[in-house]
C-alpha cells in the first residue's frame, strides 16, 4: 500500500556572485528578524508577565521596516523573514509542551546559516528554480531525479561551515511500502562493532572521525597559527570545516546504507533506548559515542521503517541485556565493560554483543506481546504515572539456570507464547517489566 509524504530533496548549487550577495544579505536579515522577536517576546514576558503572538511578532515587524533604523529589511524577499517569526512561534510551542528548552538567540558564527522560501516566493518552471529577488535561476547539481510530476512546496537554501551551498525542495512523493518479509532482528549499538545482530553478524564501525584525525589535526594546527582577523586565518578555517564536512557526510552515507539494508531485509527491528546525553559524560568515550552517532541511526530507522510499512520497537534502557543469558534466561549479577565473551553456568559460551542483541529481540517481542493482549478499554493508570500492566511481575533468579537447553530465548519466546506462556519467557518477561520501571542504574553494554 502506498502513501504520501511529505519528503525532502537535497542539493547542491552554485550561486553566481549577485545571487550570494543577496543570499548572504537574506541570511543576516532572518538572524535579525528572529532575534528581535525573540528579544522583545522574552521582555514582554518578565515585564508584563504577557505572552506575544505571532500576529503581534509580525505587525511589529512591520514597523521595524518602517522605522529608518531597519529599513533594510525592505530589500529582501519578505517571506523567509515570515517564516523565522513561523519558526520561533515553534520554538515557544514546543517550550511550552515540554519538548524542548526556552528558545536561545541565533550566532552570526555558530548558527546556520538558512532562508526559507514559501510558494508565493519562487518560481519553478520545467525544473528550473528562480528565488525572489532573483533574475536568473539557480544553478542546481541534480544529483537525483525529483519524483514524476513533484511540485516544491518550500524551498530552503543553506549555507554550511565549509562554504557550500545548499537548496532542498519540499516535494510530495509517493511510497510504496515493501512486501512483508518473515524476518526480524535485534541490534546492540556499540563502539568496538557498530551494531550486532541477532543473527550473529557485527557490523563493522568505521570509525570516520580516528580515520581523519590525522587530516583534521594538521588543519587544526595550521588554524592556531593564523592571526586571528586576518585572510589567511579565513582560509585555514575553511580548510578545518572541509575536513568536519567530509566525515560528516561519509558517516551519513554509511548510516544511511546500513539503515536501508535493516529496513528491507527484516519486518521487525528492535532497538535499545540509549541515553546518548548520558553516556558521553564518560570522557574517555565520549569521542568515541559521538563517532557513531547512535541517535542518527535510530532516527533514520524510525523514518524508513514508517515510510516502508515495517515495525520500529525500543527496549526500555534499563533492561539488562548484556547481563541476562540467551540460553537459558540467567541474570548475571555482574558484568564489566572489559569481559567481551563470557559462559554462563548452563554451559552456553556468548559474544557480549551478539548475546545483548539476542536479549534485545526477545524482549521487543515480549513488550508488543503485552502490548497487544492489554485490552481495548483504557487501563488505569499508577501513582507513578504508568499505565497498569495485566501481568503480574514474576521473580527472577539471579545467578541460577533455568532448566530449559538448546534453545535461545527468541525461540522460546515465540514457542511459549503459542503454548500459552510461563518458563524462561515468564522470567524474561518480568526482567522487561522491572526495566520499563526504572529500578536500579543503567547496565553497562
Known sequence: MAQVVKRAYKYRFYPTPGQASELARTFGCVRLVYNKALEERTRAYRLEGRRVSYVESSARLTEWKRSGEFDFLSEVSSVPLQQALRHLQAAFANFFARRATYPTFKSKKKSRLSAEYTRSAFRWREGRLTLAKMDTPLAIVWSRPLPEGAEPSTVTVSKDAAGRWFVSLLVEDKIASLAPVEQSVGVDAGITSLAALSTGEKIVNPRHERAGRRRLARAQRALARKVKGSANRAKARLKVARVHARIADRRTDFLHKLTTRLVCENQTVVIEDLTVRTLVKNHSLARAICDASWRQMRGMLECKAR???????????????????????????????????????????????????????????????????????????????????????????????????????????????????????????????????????????
Request: net charge positive.
Open 307 to 445: 515510510w516502508y510499512g515495517r515495525e520500529l520497537l525500543v527496549v526500555g534502557r534499563w533492561f539488562p541485556s548484556s547481563k541476562l543469558c540467551s540460553a537459558c534466561g540467567t541474570l548475571q549479577e555482574k558484568m564489566p565493560l572489559n569481559v567481551r565473551e563470557w559462559g554462563c553456568a548452563c554451559g552456553a559460551m556468548h559474544d557480549r554483543d551478539v548475546n545483548a542483541a539476542i536479549n534485545i529481540l526477545a524482549a521487543g517481542l515480549v513488550e508488543r506481546r503485552n502490548a497487544c493482549g492489554a485490552g481495548v478499554r483504557p487501563q488505569g493508570r499508577r501513582p507513578g504515572g504508568r499505565p497498569a500492566e495485566k501481568q503480574e511481575t514474576l521473580p527472577v533468579r539471579v545467578g541460577t539456570p533455568g532448566s530449559s537447553r538448546g534453545e535461545d530465548v527468541n525461540t522460546r519466546v515465540l514457542r511459549e507464547d503459542e503454548e500459552g506462556g510461563g518458563g524462561t519467557s515468564a522470567a524474561l518477561e518480568a526482567v522487561v517489566r522491572r526495566g520499563r520501571k526504572g529500578g536500579g542504574r543503567p547496565a553497562p553494554t
